[in-house]
T-cell receptor, first 115, second 111 residues
Framework: GAVVSQHPSRVICKSGTSVKIECRSL??????MFWYRQFPKQSLMLMAT?????????EQGVEKDKFLINHASLTLSTLTVTSAHPEDSSFYIC???????????FGSGTQLSVL | QQQVKQSPQSLIVQKGGISIINCAYE??????FPWYQQFPGKGPALLIA?????SEKKEGRFTISFNKSAKQFSLHIMDSQPGDSATYFC??????????FGDGTTLTVKP
């Protein structure tokens, strides 16, 4: 099956710093990538949808200046959490969809801890 | 408004038993219904998926049953194994758009 690589898997940072998370589709071209946030024992909360070469579409209540998303190529999307604070601590997951169909392939997630 | 309702929240099954997880949806425009398996600290992985033009799909020990008129679909795990212990999410989407996820079911298979 298709592989989506997400890095880093875990990051600890100080409050006020910015953190970048990368999501790469390794063996297919991802026309659309999604970013989610997941709290313990809860479902995935969609943060934004990104299409290659265009601006991301953010879900209601998600601060676009806080969570910067870039989808510069068909195989790479990045999420930057700017000026991170402890309340941003969470598990962040990306997923990618190819042009061929509806199947979603997920990254392995990034556990962000802001001290 | 939650568009996909999943139950039960948690499930405990003996090894070799059948695990059944149910989902109900509201939006009749949904045309793709996948199930995902997630282990702690990992991202979800696609398990099996179905379209509304069929009532059942089987892949190994995993079966999806789909009832279009009732707007319900379920995941059946036959001969459940301890390695199946994970969180399972149902989802629904339309026209290859964004997916709506259920709240998840934590399955524990006891040896």
């Amino acid at each position: 099956g298709a592989v989506v690589s997400q890095h880093p898997s875990r990051v600890i940072c100080k409050s006020g710093t910015s953190v970048k998370i990368e999501c790469r589709s390794l063996d297919f071209q991802a026309t659309t990538m999604f970013w989610y946030r997941q709290f313990p024992k809860q479902s995935l909360m969609l943060m934004a949808t990104s299409n290659e070469g265009s601006k991301a579409t953010y879900e209601q209540g998600v601060e676009k200046d806080k969570f910067l998303i870039n989808h510069a190529s068909l195989t790479l999307s990045t999420l930057t959490v700017t000026s991170a604070h402890p309340e941003d601590s969470s598990f962040y997951i990306c997923s990618a969809r190819s042009w061929e169909g509806e199947k979603l392939f997920f990254g392995s997630g990034t556990q962000l801890s802001v001290l | 408004q939650q568009q996909v309702k999943q139950s039960p929240q948690s499930l405990i099954v003996q090894k070799g038993g059948i695990s059944i997880i149910n989902c109900a949806y509201e939006n009749t425009a949904f045309d793709y219904f996948p199930w995902y398996q997630q282990f702690p600290g990992k991202g979800p992985a696609l398990l099996i998926a179905i379209r509304p033009d069929v009532s059942e799909k089987k892949e190994g020990r995993f079966t999806i049953s789909f009832n279009k008129s009732a707007k319900q679909f379920s995941l059946h795990i036959m001969d459940s194994q301890p390695g199946d212990s994970a969180t399972y999410f149902c989802a629904a989407s339309s026209n290859a758009g964004k997916s709506t996820f259920g709240d998840g079911t934590t399955l524990t298979v006891k040896p």
